[in-house]
């Protein structure tokens, strides 16, 4: 909450700068007198994240699934097998998308107020294998998707609408986040049994339950976790570079802090041994 008002307040000054009616921003000073000690502070306190608490399981991902329907069925099937970041999904069109080669091209994506921009970064821009499964019910979706305005009329001055975003609302324009969390990621969890109970003032009521997970990123976290699986885990086995790119982080720094934990380490207690023995030698048992 904190950093969420102190990130709007220094938006508001900024554009009071820009308008020519504030000197300097004090909220941008203050971040830049913030030391590396205090960033490393921070850092201590965030905890890596957990397979079935922050990342859900694959037999989850398969329930969830498995009671989607309509609409819902290609946007999270899309979401968790592609990985996308929920405003490259509201901005994903049909134009970046080539079904025959089984291509998804990340190349725009949708802000919160529903703008359209550029990826995150530089490696934003990728271009994702579709598997499939997916790329046969994007081709079913495809029949039936809601077509945009074109802002052009036909002879008749009827609007003329085509074929743009590829989940788009009912009128074919953007589809709001909260729609998408509300109507269609919460009611399946929830269907799904991948639900836990709500709680009160830290306390679960037992009488209430909610989903397991409320941000469309587990369905991303969970995409990493794939790829990082070794194939004789049901996963796609992928180095660190790749899944830096399959991802579209900005530095592989990144997808290492957030994703190298996930990565099989094998017996590390038979590594440890093997390492004792080499440098001590076999232990004599008689000894002991």
Known sequence: MVKRVVGSLGAIIANAQELGWA???PVRDMRSRRNGKERRQEQRHKRKLEIGRDIPTTAEIK???????GRWRPFFMTAAFCGLRASELRGLSWSALDLDKRELRIKQRADKYNVIGSPKSQQGWRTLPIPSTLAQVLREWRLICPKGVTGQLDDAGVPIKELHYVFPNGAGNIESH?????????????KAGVSVCATKKGYPTMTELVAKYRG??????WFASWCIN????????LTLKEVQVRMGHASITMTADRYG?????GNIAAEVDAAERALLGSPDLDAT
Do not use: T, W, Y
């Not at 909260?178 to 929830?190: F, K, S, T």
């Not at 070794?230 to 086995?237: I, R």
């Open 23 to 25: 000197a300097h921003n």
């Open 63 to 69: 329930a969830f699934l498995g009671v989607l329907e």
């Open 178 to 190: 909260g729609n998408i969390r509300n109507r269609g990621q919460v009611p399946a969890m929830l």
């Open 216 to 221: 469309l990123h587990a369905f991303r976290h």
């Open 230 to 237: 070794p194939v004789s885990a049901g996963g796609m086995g």
């Open 261 to 265: 934990h996930l990565f099989p380490r």
